[in-house]
C-alpha cells in the first residue's frame, strides 16, 4: 500500500532576530496552509512616506505587500502558500466613504476568495488599520460603495468558500461635502 501521504505541518517558523537591520513594525500576516488560513509573525517593513498618503493607507499597503511576497523558504517548508496577486495597492478613503475604509486598485469581488481572505483578516488584525474586532471596510477604484467583510472561523477554516461580495457599508457622521466646497 505504500506509506501514508505527507501532510503538511503549518508550523509557524520563529522571527528571525535581527533581520539584518531592517526597520518595520511587527505583523500578523495570514498565509495558506493546508488549506485554511494561519498567522505568521513577520517584521513588516516601514512604507516609504508619500506625499498624500495617510498612516492607515501607508500600513494597509505595507501589509499587502507582505501578503504578496513569496513566502520565504522556512515558511514554504512549513507548507505555507499565498493566493494574493501582485501589483495591489491600497488608497485612501474617498469623500463620503465609511471611516476607516480601504480603497484597493481591484474591485474587492474581483480577487479570488483565497486571497480576499487573507487580505480581510490581514488587516483586521492590524491595529493600525483596523478600530477594533468587526468588519475590514473595502472598496475598489471606482465609485462604486465600499463594502465589509469579516474575518470569521468559517473564512479562516474555508477561505475558498469565502463570500467575495461584502455587506454594503452606509456612511456615518457627517454627510457627503458638497461640490462646491473648496
Known amino acids: ?10 508550523d509557524t517558523p520563529d522571527l528571525p532576530s535581527g533581520q539584518s537591520g531592517v526597520q518595520g513594525f511587527r505583523a500578523r500576516i495570514e498565509l495558506v496552509c493546508g488549506s485554511q488560513l494561519v498567522a505568521v509573525e513577520r517584521v513588516v517593513p516601514v512604507p516609504d512616506k508619500r506625499t498624500g498618503r495617510d498612516p492607515v493607507t501607508l500600513v494597509a499597503q505595507a501589509l499587502l505587500e507582505e501578503l504578496e511576497r513569496t513566502p520565504s523558504e522556512q515558511e514554504r517548508e512549513g507548507g505555507f502558500t499565498t493566493g494574493v496577486p501582485d ?3 491600497a488608497a485612501p ?6 471611516a476607516g475604509t480601504v480603497r484597493l486598485s481591484r474591485k474587492p469581488e474581483d480577487l479570488p ?23 475590514v471596510v473595502l472598496g475598489g477604484p471606482d465609485v462604486d460603495p465600499p463594502r465589509a467583510w469579516e ?11 469565502a463570500p467575495t461580495l461584502g455587506e454594503l457599508v452606509r ?10 466646497a473648496s
Do not use: K, N, Y
Request: proline fraction near 17%.
Open 1 to 10: 500500500m505504500g506509506p501514508a501521504p505527507s501532510r503538511v505541518s503549518c
Open 87 to 89: 501589483g495591489l495597492s
Open 93 to 98: 478613503a474617498r469623500p463620503g466613504d465609511p
Open 113 to 135: 476568495p483565497v486571497a480576499l481572505a487573507q487580505i480581510v483578516c490581514t488587516l483586521s488584525a492590524s491595529d493600525a488599520v483596523s478600530a477594533g474586532p468587526g468588519p
Open 151 to 161: 474575518c470569521t472561523d468559517a473564512v479562516r477554516s474555508r477561505p475558498e468558500s
Open 171 to 180: 456612511p456615518t457622521g457627517s454627510p457627503s461635502p458638497s461640490a462646491s
